[in-house]
């Protein structure tokens, strides 16, 4: 996929990890945790020894929406062990 295409990809997968945690980051910040989940997913299901994001499909959103909401769970729980 060419950049562009990550960038679309990864900020839809960001947009619905938000809705799935609750959202409260606000879309510039869904979008970009959505990117960097869709490339945390993919390489987190490499090395489990299956392709990650492999395209415009539905796996691969899959696999971007989970590495999102796992982003999203770790920022959260970093920022509120911070806080104390």
């Given at each position: 996929m060419s950049i562009l295409a990550w960038i679309v990809f990864g900020?839809?997968?960001?947009l619905v990890a938000g809705i799935l945690t609750g959202g409260g980051g606000?879309?510039?910040y869904d979008v970009i945790v959505g990117?960097?989940?869709?490339?945390?997913g993919?390489?987190?299901?490499?090395l489990i020894g299956h392709s990650g994001v492999t395209g415009w499909n539905w796996?691969?959103?899959?696999?971007?929406?989970?590495?999102a909401v796992v982003l999203i769970v770790v920022l959260r729980w970093v920022r509120k062990r911070g806080r104390r």
């Open positions: 900020g839809l997968a960001g606000g879309i510039i990117i960097v989940g869709a490339i945390l993919g390489f987190l299901m490499s796996s691969s959103f899959g696999v971007a929406v989970l590495g």
